[in-house]
């Protein structure tokens, strides 16, 4: 059964740093690539940044809001992706989903975990 | 970037009606296009990919087509289960953009 699992939300002030985790299982972590999306309270969704396998490059992409603030990472040997996330801003606050990618199709999708910057 | 538009954004339906939900891209993308339907409090899950494949767990009663900038998404026979918020997503380029959404509401 393909899973995919976040990590590492919580609350957090303006301006500091949070690391998500996304811990796979059920698949073969380095053949697929990975992205996350995330939701304001109450709001639809938004794609924020897209990371290739190994055998497609292992390119990064980052929707404008996030770029230059967030860094996308994966370790194929552990079956995880992290998305760090730098100079949060109370706009971050949302609730960020990890998912598996095909083409560019988000196929399988991790339960989400909430981020919440505020002072 | 590519703007996805979905209308309309909220619709009341009975169990048994059919229900259809359309979604227009600012530029031609082909069949790169998704279906996701979302329930309150859940993850969205893919129901649909390259406009009219659908995913393995999806029933029949649902339907994709369209291609180039318009798409549309049929429930056919509403259930309850399907009760839910539905997203379409261009699969084209970057960024990925989504419409605003459709909440598919009891009558």
């Known amino acids: 059964e393909v899973q995919l699992v976040e990590s590492g939300g919580g609350l957090v002030q303006p301006g500091r740093s949070l690391r998500l985790s996304c811990t796979t299982s059920?698949?073969?972590?380095?053949?697929?690539?990975v992205a996350w999306v995330r939701q304001a309270p109450g709001k639809g969704l938004e794609w924020v940044a897209f990371?290739?396998?190994?055998?497609?490059?292992?390119?990064?992409e980052y929707a404008a809001s996030v770029k230059g603030r967030f860094t996308l990472s994966r370790d194929d040997s552990k079956s995880i992706a992290y998305l760090q996330m730098n100079s949060l801003k109370t706009e971050d606050t949302a609730v960020y989903y990890c998912?598996?990618?095909?083409?560019?199709?988000?196929?399988?999708w991790g339960q989400g975990t909430l981020v919440t910057v505020s002072s | 970037d590519i703007h996805m538009t979905q209308s309309p954004s909220s619709v009341s339906a009975s169990v048994g009606d059919r229900v259809t939900i359309t979604c227009r891209a600012s530029?031609?993308?082909?069949?790169?296009l998704v279906w996701y339907q979302q329930k309150p409090g859940g993850a969205p899950k893919l129901l649909i990919y390259?406009?009219?494949s659908l995913q393995s767990w999806v029933p029949s009663r649902f339907s994709g087509s369209g291609s180039g900038t318009d798409f549309s998404l049929t429930i056919n026979s509403l259930q309850p289960e399907d009760f839910a918020t539905y997203y379409c997503?261009?699969?084209?380029?970057?960024?990925?953009?989504f419409g605003g959404g459709t909440k598919v509401e009891i009558k």
């Open positions: 998912a598996r990618v095909t083409g560019y199709s988000l196929h399988y």
């Open positions: 059920g698949f073969t972590f380095r053949d697929y690539g």
């Open positions: 990371l290739r396998s190994k055998a497609f490059g292992g390119t990064t």
């Open positions: 530029q031609d993308i082909s069949t790169w």
């Open positions: 390259a406009a009219s």
């Open positions: 997503q261009q699969a084209d380029s970057f960024p990925l953009t």
